[in-house]
């Protein structure tokens, strides 16, 4: 017996064992990709966590190097990156580099140090940063920015 089902009922069908109902015609999205880069294996743990719980589809990665290779390898809709990883200022670099090779990834720097003024980045910004956020980051805030900056 030849079976009549196709590949759009095999993805409702997943996806009604989700919880989701799909309008007729309407194909599931998939979530906003994020790149999470920060050296605190607690910070990047807890970010990953709250952004998957949001329902965004995450990967992380510890160095800047490695948040450039990623870069490289995959698309990403939103990178969000620590300001100074390894003592070198990658979330800088990451983000002046996306301007000019991945101009429509938004990338969010947040730094903890205590030299940056909120008073001189809400006048000049970072370079390449659609925005900056302040250690520490509540749950509410890193989801709230994630979203402005892709809407």
């Not at 790149?35 to 998957?52: H, K, M, T």
């Not at 070198?88 to 983000?95: F, S």
């Not at 008073?119 to 805030?141: I, Y």
């Given at each position: 017996m ?5 590949d759009d009922d095999?993805?409702n069908a ?19 990709r994020?790149?999470i880069?920060?050296d605190?294996?607690?910070?990047r743990i ?10 965004f ?8 190097e490695?948040?450039?290779q990623e870069?490289q390898?995959?698309h ?16 800088v670099?990451i983000a002046?580099?996306?301007?000019t090779?991945?101009?429509?990834t938004?990338v969010?720097v947040?730094?903890?140090m ?6 001189a ?8 940063a659609?925005?900056?956020l302040f250690?520490?980051v509540?749950a ?9 900056v892709?809407?």
């Amino acid at each position: 017996m030849v079976s009549s089902q196709t590949d759009d009922d095999e993805d409702n069908a997943e996806g009604e064992a989700s919880g989701w109902r799909p309008i007729p015609g309407q194909k599931r999205k998939t979530a906003n990709r994020i790149l999470i880069a920060e050296d605190s294996d607690r910070i990047r743990i807890q970010y990953d966590f709250i952004l998957s719980e949001a329902g965004f589809d995450v990967v992380s990665v510890a160095t800047g190097e490695a948040a450039i290779q990623e870069l490289q390898n995959s698309h990403f809709d939103v990178v969000v990156t620590d300001l100074e990883m390894e003592g070198l200022m990658m979330g800088v670099r990451i983000a002046a580099q996306r301007v000019t090779d991945y101009p429509r990834t938004k990338v969010i720097v947040v730094t903890g140090m205590v030299g940056i003024s909120r008073a001189a980045v809400g006048r000049h910004g970072l370079p390449g940063a659609d925005e900056t956020l302040f250690k520490p980051v509540n749950a509410q805030t890193l989801v709230a920015t994630v979203k402005k900056v892709l809407f």
